[in-house]
């Protein structure tokens, strides 16, 4: 006669967490993987966006590459994603840094920094370009002279417009980024600092920056991919110019998808924009040692 503590062996449950990942993995090839395949297969075709697509081989590949606009769009490309990168990452880290600490009015200033961030892109653009109009704008309205110049149409002011107001939009986000990674450093490290006798600055360069070490690496790939689709705000801005000044890559292949109808070129500079976006981030990822989702207190 069997115990009556005996009980039957209890059966695992099979575990649930692999189905909940197939709506992301429907929604990820619904809208990620299914257009990709879409705009790579445009780019061996000759399409005018209306009529009947027309397959032309290398056609399309053939007149992108040897553009002779295409290396200067390239580096205006890599050009805008290096500034922007190293003007918003070390601010970002400082203001996120500055964010984490525990007095009050840090949270309410934390929440007026992040405005921008709900901004659209397109109206900023259009606030910045009416504040910056030399003849109408800040500068005549307060009757200083070095702000009354011709700021998007010159080059190199025009460019450096762009960077900050890039800067200005984004450096929010990713300070909240920073914000939480400084958050999650043990104290017990800075209290250690602080027996050694280091100070403030010593802690940060010692202490901090170490330990941000993979908040670094995805705040900038998420800098630098998101720098390759810069479009609404430089259309609104200069719309390219002046001259070619600030046509980057994105916005070569609206003006030849929409405003040439060459959706087979357009669907090559996009294909492009993905290969180099994907390379990117790889190469962050790779910068980031084994695993960039490691613990922070890896190498402590």
């Given amino acids: 006669m069997s115990s009556l503590t005996d009980h039957p062996p209890r059966r695992e449950p099979r575990s649930i967490l692999p189905w909940l990942a197939v709506p992301a993995l429907v929604v990820f090839v619904g809208f990620a993987v ?41 580096w205006v490309t890599f050009l805008v994603m290096a500034v922007s990168w190293a003007v918003q990452t070390p601010l970002s880290v400082l203001l996120g840094t500055f964010l984490a600490g ?85 104290q017990s490290l800075y209290e250690a600092a602080q027996l050694d006798g280091a100070g403030r600055i010593r802690q940060f360069f010692s202490v901090t920056l170490p330990q941000l070490k993979y908040t670094i690496i995805t705040s900038s790939t998420l800098m630098v991919v998101g720098s390759l689709t810069f479009f609404d705000l430089i ?49 962050l990822r790779r910068l980031g040692g084994r695993d960039a989702g490691e613990s922070q207190l890896e190498g402590a």
């Fill in 34 to 74: 299914i257009p990709l395949v879409g705009v790579f297969a445009l780019s061996f075709t000759t399409w005018d966006g209306i009529g009947a697509i027309h397959p032309s081989g290398l056609t399309s590949w053939r007149a992108v590459l040897t553009n002779p606009g295409l290396p200067h769009a390239i």
């Fill in 102 to 186: 525990r007095q009050r009015y840090r949270a309410v200033l934390g929440v007026v920094y992040f405005v921008p961030l709900l901004l659209s892109a397109a109206a900023i653009a259009v606030v910045y370009k009416a504040l910056l109009d030399p003849n109408f704008g800040l500068g005549t309205g307060l009757g200083i002279g070095a702000l009354s110049q011709d700021w998007l149409g010159r080059p190199g002011l025009a460019f450096g417009v762009v960077i900050f107001v890039v800067s200005w939009q984004f450096i929010p986000f990713h300070s909240l980024i920073y914000q939480g990674g400084v958050q999650q450093i043990p």
């Fill in 235 to 283: 259309w609104v801005l200069t719309q390219g110019g002046p001259g070619d000044a600030t046509r980057v890559l994105a916005l070569d292949m609206y003006k030849r998808g929409f405003q040439a109808s060459l959706m087979g070129p357009a669907s090559a500079i996009a294909v492009i924009l993905v290969l180099v976006g994907l390379a990117l981030a790889l190469l």
